[in-house]
């Protein structure tokens, strides 16, 4: 790869998958890609646990293991020039100023993404009513996740801005001040409350009020990204660089446990 494409290709796309990153919190089953779809094995039924068997011979039984798959979408970066000119009288780094909003813009929109996708596949999903507390909705997502026997660790919220500072409005002292030491900006964890980790990101699709997820219950996948460049063009004055990148993600348990909805109406979310 030249020299040029390896630059840009490091300051757009590097921290996609960065720790502070939505996409951190979910399993990456980008090994699984199979050109434009990806499939993750899930385990069948557990085996039927007996005791003190009387009668023999025991039947014996078979686990169908079964796979959750999903599409990969293709996310484009439109060609960006900079010019020579520009690259020498800037009193600032031009290439980096302008691959910094693409990187973000990719990031964001990638991240927008893949939450529909996890929205659009949770069948775990509660009507607001009137008058309830956003911590009621994280105590019965728990609950929910107990009654399904979901990992305790690694859980997450996500909120948007109008519920999250809601549920700080409706904290005691006593809470906000251990929400707030549970707090990580470099993980993009915005505080904790009843085990569940509030990231920073709002990035809820419209109708939505909040999701909650166990990291091993969600995926997402990224193939590796292609850059492509017009070094030096004659016409355009300065190199030219676009790009693209495949990714895509879902719930990817079959039984859907493990990821938790609140919406107004408690039916599955559509756009």
């Known amino acids: 790869m030249p020299i040029l494409v390896e630059l840009w290709a490091d300051t757009l796309v590097g921290n996609l998958f960065s720790s502070d990153s939505i996409l951190s919190k979910a ?6 890609i199979n050109g434009h779809k990806v499939h993750v094995p899930n385990a069948g039924t557990p085996a039927t646990i007996s005791k003190n068997p009387s009668s023999f011979p025991v039947s014996v039984g078979e686990r169908q293991d079964a796979d959750v798959d999903f599409e990969l979408d293709t996310f484009v970066i439109q060609p960006i020039r900079v010019g020579r000119t520009e690259e020498l009288e800037t009193s600032y780094n031009k290439r980096e100023s302008v691959c910094a909003d ?28 009137s008058g309830e507390t956003v911590k009621k909705w994280i105590i019965d997502a728990a609950e929910q996740f107990a009654t399904d026997k979901v990992l305790s660790t690694e859980r997450y919220v996500m909120l948007s801005p ?20 549970c707090g990580n900006v470099a993980e993009g964890v915005l505080g904790k409350i009843l085990g569940f980790s509030v990231v920073q990101d709002f990035f809820l699709p419209s109708g939505v009020d909040m999701l909650a997820w166990q990291k091993n219950c969600v995926g997402v ?9 017009d070094e030096g063009s004659a016409t355009m004055y300065g190199d030219v660089i676009s790009g693209q990148e495949r990714a895509g993600g ?4 079959k039984d859907a ?13 559509t756009e």
């Open 250 to 253: 879902t719930v990817i348990r």
């Open 257 to 269: 446990k493990g990821v938790y909805l609140v919406n107004a109406t408690g039916t599955a979310y």
């Open 221 to 229: 996948a990224k193939s590796e990204p292609e850059l492509f460049t």
């Open 27 to 32: 399993n990456d089953y980008s090994e699984f």
């Open 162 to 181: 109008a519920n999250y500072y809601a549920l700080l409005d409706s904290m005691t002292a006593n809470e906000s001040l251990a929400f707030s030491q």
């Open 102 to 129: 693409a990187r973000l813009a990719l990031k964001e929109e990638v991240a927008q993404d893949v939450i529909k996708k996890w929205c659009k596949a949770t069948t775990k999903i509660r009507k607001t009513e």
